[in-house]
């Protein structure tokens, strides 16, 4: 079974997070060293508090250089993924993307045969993150959905920048739905998602998929994506500094992935916002959370998805931060969130498979004598 090596001081430290996350709030907070943070209505959850009192000692993000940055950043996630979530099986495989193998991670649940299938990719700037980074989420995303979860490791920037990750995302989604069959899933129920720069790119071959021609997806998980470079939105003054992802950072991992600002700015393929049409797209579910600077772009993005007639299920998660999705094996709140994404995942991609017959049952070619619905 595929699961990211972890040593005695990773298990350590690991238990020492689960620990201080299961503190009485009021000892998280004296703990923290400040009051209670409440901002825009909002109070941020004890634990992540604590969690980032507990950041700010040791270091923010390093944004040096991008491998200075994937090595603290691994380190970081093996201290909050936890014990890893029972599943059916794991096995790690390679799969065709745009411009040659990518490394991929398949998940299937207890129940596999015939159960959807979620192609997930990772958040990380478009600069860090891989299988290993984000194996908690995708373990527990497969067994509280009860859902094939197929996570890719498309390439990153600033060696690969855009649209080469857009590129190798559309390739897996359609790898992902001519091999269904053989992974265990459903050919008819394959969904994308990601959190983050990942959503990013879950919303953008969303788009794409309707546009060239070929199989939509089912449903699109965007967990707290990044959408829109172009806006100064209120929630990324309100959090700047102080919640894990900055505002300098978000400037910084634009810089990677763009090669040169503005240049590719109104371009849906990085901003999915700037597309002309967000109409006849995938059912989605878009996770914001109350203390993450990408908070407000999110919910335009909802709210442009709803006004063309997208069904769309929005979620804030008041109290938590950006990165939360990662947090899984530390914070009962972190925990608590992902299961309900799970489960509204679910959920879409039923809406999604009914909507695909409906469309498919009226569509002219369809009701022709003697031409079978393809």
Known sequence: MAEPKRSVADRMGALVMKGLCSLPENVQIALSGKKPIVIDGHTLAPELQLLLAA??????????????????????????????TRVGSVRDLDIDGAAGKLRARHYAPERAEGAPLLVFFHGGGFVFGDLDTHDAPCRVLCRHGGMHVLAVDY?????????????????????????AAELGADPARVGVGGDSAGANLSAAIAQLAVRDGGAPPACQMLVYPAVDRTRPYPSIELFA?????????????????????????????LGPLHA???ADLAPALVVTAGFDPLRDEGEAYAAALQAAGTTTVLRRFDA???????????????????????????????????????????????????????
């Not at 080469?164 to 897996?172: F, M, R, S, W």
């Not at 992802?245 to 503005?262: E, N, V």
């Not at 999705?325 to 991609?349: H, K, Q, W, Y």
């Open 155 to 179: 390439r990153l920037a600033p060696e690969n920048p855009f649209p080469a990750p857009v590129e190798d995302a559309l390739a897996a989604l359609r790898w992902a739905q001519a091999h």
């Open 241 to 269: 500094e102080g919640f894990f992802l900055t505002r300098a950072s978000i400037d910084w991992f634009h810089r990677q992935y763009s090669g040169a600002p503005g240049v590719h700015d109104r371009d849906p393929r």
């Open 55 to 84: 950041n700010e000692k040791r270091g923010q993000m390093t944004l040096t250089t991008p491998a200075a940055l994937r090595k603290q950043q691994s380190e970081a996630a093996r201290l909050i993924s936890g014990r890893p």
């Open 276 to 278: 002309e049409s967000h």
């Open 320 to 374: 938590l931060i950006h990165g939360f999705f990662n947090m899984v094996g530390v914070s009962p709140a972190c925990r608590d969130a992902v299961i309900e994404i799970a489960g509204v995942t679910r959920a879409l991609f039923a809406i999604g498979a009914a909507q695909s017959r409906r469309a498919t049952s009226s569509s002219p070619r369809a009701s022709q004598p003697g031409v079978s619905p393809s």
